[in-house]
């Protein structure tokens, strides 16, 4: 009996939790041929005593959540205009991890690294350490090492968790099994889900490959130079620009909002639509309310029964310009109740097209265009007519569908 049972209710979040509770150190991980982080159990360890279970979404009833009139949400911007500039939308979560260091938290959250290329847990204890988690990072995290470092010290620390909500929710059982989760703040985001590791690694191997750069030493999957909505992929080294892919037509994020390509577990997940496992939850303002915003404009909403985080927005008020809003203007806008539709035969191809070392990225964004139909195809062609268009018109397009 262990993480590798089949009676399971879900699929697996690649959370990587569930060796957090193993005494054996039977569970590893790695990336599986679809290229999602998996557990292997070491049989000559494991002794099927079921602790590795006991956190794990795939065997979880996940209580009902609805986003109501009683959810207190925020729309937030960091008055300090060095945090606005320097993060992917309004600044908060960089501006609730200054007010943690102050309070005397150690923060764990996800950091590039650019020798692997990969995103990865980190441990932060001073202000400077929390800068490596700004920006937004749509791939996977290798995050167990830094969980089980910081448990490791857990009762004697204060220590606050930013992570994906199927991450946050494993946790939060872990905390609550060990009763200490009182001294621990659990923040997650909005999360639309995470692809296979295969298409980042051939996007960013075609990028170094086109540049000649054997590491870059910055990228932003994110970058807002040219606007909070018209966001790019920009890669430096040495502090110049040496990439910089609009989303347009962008091969990453063609493939990544196809849908196709996410974990299994995303495609239905329960967890990102509830926030009894966090005590607050961050993301972007999208929606009617901000489209004529370009610098960035985030999104806060406080779990009900939590007085940490209630506590926590609190002490940030003064740092912040906020307007309170109601679940009616942002949820809409978010993932939350949706169902991506998947394409099992399209997935295949898609897979087997990221595995293969001598096919070009290209070849995968010609399968999915081959899929779509003649609407599919007029729809996407329009939109991007639209977006390279000025803000102000497109902000006024957004308002009629609105």
């Given at each position: 009996?262990?993480?590798?049972?089949?009676?399971?209710?879900?699929?697996?979040?690649?959370?990587?939790?569930?060796?957090?509770?193993?005494?054996?150190?039977?569970?590893?991980?790695?990336?599986?041929?679809?290229?999602?982080?998996?557990?292997?159990?070491?049989?000559?360890?494991?002794?099927?005593?079921?602790?590795?279970?006991?956190?794990?979404?795939?065997?979880?009833?996940?209580?009902?959540?609805?986003?109501?009139?009683?959810?207190?949400?925020?729309?937030?911007?960091?008055?300090?205009?060095?945090?606005?500039?320097?993060?992917?939308?309004?600044?908060?979560?960089?501006?609730?991890?200054?007010?943690?260091?102050?309070?005397?938290?150690?923060c764990v959250g996800v950091a590039y690294d650019y020798e692997a290329d990969i995103a990865i847990g980190k441990i932060a204890k001073t202000r400077e350490e929390t800068y490596s988690f700004r920006g937004s990072k749509y791939i996977q995290a290798y995050s167990y090492p830094a969980f089980q470092q910081i448990l490791s010290s857990a009762k004697s620390q204060k220590i606050a968790f930013f992570g994906t909500p199927c991450?946050?929710?494993?946790?939060?059982?872990?905390?609550?099994?060990?009763?200490?989760?009182?001294?621990?703040?659990?923040?997650?985001?909005?999360?639309?889900?995470?692809?296979?590791?295969?298409?980042?690694?051939?996007?960013?191997?075609?990028?170094?490959?086109?540049?000649?750069?054997?590491?870059?030493?910055?990228?932003?999957?994110?970058?807002?130079?040219?606007?909070?909505?018209?966001?790019?992929?920009?890669?430096?080294?040495?502090?110049?620009?040496?990439?910089?892919?609009?989303?347009?037509?962008?091969?990453?994020?063609?493939?990544?909002?196809?849908?196709?390509?996410?974990?299994?577990?995303?495609?239905?997940?329960?967890?990102?639509?509830?926030?009894?496992?966090?005590?607050?939850?961050?993301?972007?303002?999208?929606?009617?309310?901000?489209?004529?915003?370009?610098?960035?404009?985030?999104?806060?909403?406080?779990?009900?029964?939590?007085?940490?985080?209630?506590?926590?927005?609190?002490?940030?008020?003064?740092?912040?310009?906020?307007?309170?809003?109601?679940?009616?203007?942002?949820?809409?806008?978010?993932?939350?109740?949706?169902?991506?539709?998947?394409?099992?035969?399209?997935?295949?191809?898609?897979?087997?097209?990221?595995?293969?070392?001598?096919?070009?990225?290209?070849?995968?964004?010609?399968?999915?265009?081959?899929?779509?139909?003649?609407?599919?195809?007029?729809?996407?062609?329009?939109?991007?007519?639209?977006?390279?268009?000025?803000?102000?018109?497109?902000?006024?397009?957004?308002?009629?569908?609105?």
């Amino acid at each position: 009996m262990n993480i590798l049972d089949s009676n399971k209710i879900h699929e697996c979040t690649s959370c990587q939790a569930c060796a957090l509770l193993c005494t054996k150190n039977a569970i590893s991980f790695s990336l599986d041929n679809e290229g999602f982080y998996r557990p292997i159990v070491d049989n000559s360890k494991c002794v099927d005593c079921g602790a590795c279970k006991k956190v794990c979404y795939k065997y979880a009833e996940i209580e009902p959540f609805i986003f109501d009139e009683h959810i207190c949400h925020y729309a937030v911007v960091a008055k300090d205009q060095n945090i606005l500039q320097a993060t992917t939308s309004g600044g908060i979560g960089d501006v609730i991890c200054e007010q943690l260091i102050k309070d005397g938290y150690i923060c764990v959250g996800v950091a590039y690294d650019y020798e692997a290329d990969i995103a990865i847990g980190k441990i932060a204890k001073t202000r400077e350490e929390t800068y490596s988690f700004r920006g937004s990072k749509y791939i996977q995290a290798y995050s167990y090492p830094a969980f089980q470092q910081i448990l490791s010290s857990a009762k004697s620390q204060k220590i606050a968790f930013f992570g994906t909500p199927c991450q946050i929710f494993a946790l939060d059982t872990y905390l609550k099994r060990k009763k200490i989760r009182e001294h621990c703040i659990l923040i997650d985001f909005y999360c639309h889900g995470c692809p296979s590791m295969l298409l980042w690694k051939k996007y960013i191997n075609n990028v170094k490959e086109a540049t000649q750069i054997k590491n870059f030493d910055y990228i932003n999957f994110r970058d807002k130079s040219y606007g909070w909505g018209r966001y790019h992929i920009k890669a430096k080294y040495k502090s110049k620009t040496i990439y910089s892919s609009p989303k347009i037509n962008d091969a990453f994020y063609t493939l990544f909002f196809s849908n196709q390509l996410l974990n299994n577990a995303c495609f239905n997940c329960e967890i990102r639509n509830s926030l009894n496992y966090c005590d607050l939850r961050m993301g972007d303002f999208w929606g009617k309310h901000y489209l004529r915003n370009t610098s960035g404009m985030s999104l806060i909403s406080i779990n009900p029964v939590s007085n940490r985080g209630k506590k926590l927005f609190e002490a940030i008020k003064t740092r912040v310009a906020s307007q309170k809003h109601n679940s009616q203007d942002c949820i809409p806008y978010q993932s939350i109740n949706k169902t991506y539709i998947i394409d099992r035969i399209l997935r295949a191809k898609l897979i087997q097209s990221l595995s293969d070392k001598n096919a070009p990225l290209s070849d995968c964004t010609s399968i999915l265009w081959d899929s779509y139909s003649f609407k599919q195809k007029c729809y996407h062609v329009i939109k991007n007519i639209v977006l390279l268009m000025p803000n102000s018109i497109i902000a006024y397009i957004k308002s009629l569908r609105s």
